[in-house]
């Protein structure tokens, strides 16, 4: 199983927004509903803040929004704030009890 | 508060074994999915196994498929993950995930990580 693609880097001042692009096929990111986004700072461990798609687990600030068009996910973190500098990864069930992450990017608040 | 404190990982020579423990409170762990995802120095996240919350079911990475075994003691509310044949390759960090209430790919809490180094 292929990881799902993602841009390596992604940056933005304070205050704007930035958006991760999550590509894989459509026996996964597009077969199904369960994608999600996992918040990573250096050292720590994965935090879920998007699953299902587009649903935020308690906790999460609404900054952080997620939506899927075929076989891509999107996430968006408006109103950036320095807190916000991480690794985000997405990840999708891939069918056959398969599952697959998707490479990583590299937020950056400028 | 859900917890899941990991224990076993360090040092092991190539071809040696080693048990990674993922020890759960804060929930009734024998209700849900649990997985291991491992994170190699510098690099992304990569999904290794998941066991049913019965442990009636495990489902394995192929990288990983022949060698590595996911168990589970629910009377001890701990998960397992039984590495054998280890190779440089394997160095990483181990996260244990508890699979969400919602579906079990939905991987809403994790352990701190152990980290495993292969080398001789």
């Known amino acids: 199983q292929s990881a799902l693609t993602q841009p390596p880097s992604a940056s933005g001042s304070p205050g704007q927004s930035v958006a991760i692009s999550c590509t894989g096929t459509?026996?996964?990111?597009?077969?199904?509903?369960?994608v999600s986004w996992y918040q990573q700072h250096p050292g720590k461990a994965p935090k879920l803040i998007i699953y299902e798609v587009s649903k935020r687990p308690s906790g999460v600030p609404d900054r952080f929004s997620g939506s899927k068009s075929g076989n891509t996910a999107s996430l968006t973190v408006s109103g950036l704030q320095a807190e916000d500098e991480a690794d985000y990864y997405c990840s999708s069930y891939a069918g056959s009890n398969n599952f697959v992450f998707g490479a990583g990017t590299k937020v950056t608040v400028l | 508060q859900v917890q899941l404190v990991q224990s076993g990982g360090g040092v092991v020579q190539p071809g040696r074994s080693l048990r990674l423990s993922c020890a759960a409170s804060?929930?009734?762990?024998?209700?849900?999915?649990m997985h291991w995802v491992r994170q190699a120095p510098g690099k992304g996240l990569e999904w290794v196994a998941v066991i049913w919350y019965d442990g009636s079911n495990k489902y394995y990475a192929d990288s990983v498929k022949g060698r590595f075994t996911i168990s589970r003691d629910n009377s001890k509310n701990t998960l397992f993950l039984q590495v054998n044949s280890l190779r440089a390759e394997d160095t990483a960090v181990f996260y244990c995930?508890?699979?969400?209430?919602?579906?079990?790919?939905?991987?809403?809490?994790w352990g701190q990580g152990t980290l495993v180094t292969v080398s001789s």
């Open positions: 804060g929930f009734t762990f024998s209700h849900y999915g």
């Open positions: 995930a508890r699979g969400g209430s919602g579906s079990v790919w939905n991987l809403d809490y």
């Open positions: 459509s026996s996964d990111v597009g077969g199904y509903n369960y």
